[in-house]
């Protein structure tokens, strides 16, 4: 057991600094904060001021887009950690809010496996996946059951970003055994300046109580202005908590992948 823990440690020093953090005791950690940001991949407004933000965020990047690949490179360059935002069938909205490459609940299981598939293949360095929009999807086994074994298969986790109150990926992922989180904040679910600064006050009260804490923002829309305000936010929330990638909060995950040859 020693010498496995000796190994391991030797292992975890030739790391890049962003997983450096990992060797440190846990004790050390304090309090962790994981920031995502959606919506990545067709060179929506903000992307540059957000991929820029001196801390590691996880970014999540939209497949079968003009900057699919360019945003997961960009993104993995500036040590972000990338995930795959697959765009899911809400209960209401504009079909061309999805994007391409759709899962909807009409598709046969094959074809939703091909599409998941592709999606994965599409972006880069992507360790996770969220959805986009999803409302409707997300509440149905059939679809997620596909999506979350294909999640297994490739050792990838899911973040829930709870789309509706009817998810059913917190049960089947318990399951079929796939790292699940949750997010607890959007920062910029109306698209104010207002609001968005009033969110990441709400988020600064809640690293006071909460071990982890995970918030979601945008590009696009709101792009520069969830940037400008994490600028703004960050040296307080850094007081508080370590900023980490999503994949920090899967208590297994760094050790499964890291101690692997
Ligand atoms: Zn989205």
Redesign the pocket.
Known sequence: MKILLICLLMAFSFQTSVSARNILPLSAHHKELAIVI??LGNDMKGTEEILSLPVTLTIAVMPFLPTTRADAEKAHQKGHEVIV?LPMEPISGKASWLGPGAITTSLSDVEIRKRVEQALEEVPYAVGVNH??GSKATADKRVMRIVLEICKEKGLFYLDSKTTGKSVIPKLAKELGVPYLENELFFDDVYTIRHIGKQARLLSKELESDESTIAIG?VGVTGIKVATMLKEFLPLYEKKASIVPLSDLIPEYHLIDESMP
């Open positions: 959606d919506d935002h986009h929009m945008h």
